[in-house]
């Protein structure tokens, strides 16, 4: 009799002819790992991708090939997440590989801690040669949130998920319980799945977590879907963070705001908060030449009146980007007894 393997991963496939088979063997070859399987859905690709992990899954029963007409990577997660078995389900997209570390050293870090929803890790973009500064700055990022103390990477990590998603999807493994629980991937208002996916856990009591080694190496190239796809532009991200920042910090709107930034982030948050019903009270800045106006309506002040208005500040959002700015307004806020999660977090 089968039984059912610790980990299954899911690694939707379009048109990912040339890099599949390093993903896969990459998966197959995981040292010390406990039992997996890989569930591949082929999303209608038409250069050969069925056809080598056809070839692949013949010589090694833990690849399940499932082929579906072109949907879109969501549907083909949706479709896959349905036949993952495991304990644990793990994702890896077609044009990147996995440390042969990952799988053991992800299981192990959920099986010490019940509560942690899903884990990621560092990672690493390739090829070097051709990255830009921007991702050069966010793999840092990243990978900073991640210590060698697993509970202040969770700490990290929560403090950060209004900025940027804080770990990298293709990263992740999920505990079952907690995956199924939100209700895995889905399409939601055609916004980014996998942020969407880490707000649920997270809004759901889960924690989150990352091992401190770069397991997962991420591929760079002009068609990711990051690059091409509405859904992960800007403005999409900015709306999924609206939505949960209503729902978890916010009382659904009646919660009064204080921005501190009133640059194009600032701007575009006040904007989307206005539109919501949310009384914005405040913009906070410290260029002189826009302090003393208003903007939609709103009073720009210097950050010593950031509680000179009646019945205080509200949550304080810092919508800054300029480097360095976020650790200044701790540094004020943190002395007049503002807590960071509670009164105040950061947006980008």
């Known amino acids: 009799m089968k039984t059912d393997p610790t980990v299954s991963y899911l690694m939707p496939a379009f048109n990912a002819g040339r890099t599949i088979r390093r993903a896969l063997t990459s998966l197959l070859g995981q040292r010390q790992a406990p039992t997996l399987e890989v569930v591949v859905v082929d999303d209608g690709s038409t250069d050969g991708t069925r056809e080598i992990v056809e070839k692949i899954a013949l010589g090694d029963p833990r690849v399940r090939l ?16 349905e036949r993952c078995r495991g304990r644990f389900i793990a994702r890896l997209d077609a044009d990147d590989f996995a440390h042969p570390d990952r799988t053991r050293l992800q299981v192990e870090l959920l099986e010490a801690d019940p509560g942690l929803g899903a884990v990621g890790c560092r990672v690493r973009y390739f090829p070097r040669r051709r990255l830009k500064q921007g991702l050069l700055y966010y793999e840092s990022w990243l990978n900073g949130l ?22 990298a999807n293709p990263s992740l493994t999920f505990r079952r319980e907690a995956f199924g629980q939100v209700g895995g991937y889905r399409e939601f208002q055609g916004l980014p799945e996998d942020y969407d996916l880490i707000f649920r856990l997270v809004a759901a009591g889960w924690k989150i977590g990352a091992v401190p080694a770069v397991l997962h190496y991420w591929r760079d190239h002009e068609g990711r879907a990051s690059r091409r796809d509405p859904r992960y532009s800007q403005d999409s991200f900015r709306r999924l963070k609206l939505h949960y920042l209503l729902g978890l910090h916010l009382d659904c709107g009646r919660r009064p705001v204080t921005i501190c930034g009133a640059g194009p982030v600032g701007k575009a948050w006040l904007k989307d908060l206005q539109a919501a019903g949310v009384e914005v009270r405040r913009l906070v800045e410290v260029n002189p030449r826009k302090i003393g106006k208003t903007i939609h309506g709103v009073p720009v002040v210097t950050a010593s009146r950031i509680a000179d208005t009646e019945g205080g500040p509200g949550l304080i959002l810092g919508a800054i980007g300029k480097k360095g700015g976020r650790d200044s307004l701790r540094g004020h806020l943190d002395p007049l007894g503002y807590s960071e999660g509670k009164d105040y977090l950061f947006v980008a």
């Open 66 to 81: 499932i082929s579906i007409a072109h949907q879109g990577q969501v549907a083909a997660a949706e479709t896959g997440q």
């Open 146 to 167: 991640i210590s060698e103390n697993p509970e202040a990477t969770s700490r990290n990590l929560r403090r950060e998920l209004f900025v940027e998603c804080p770990l």
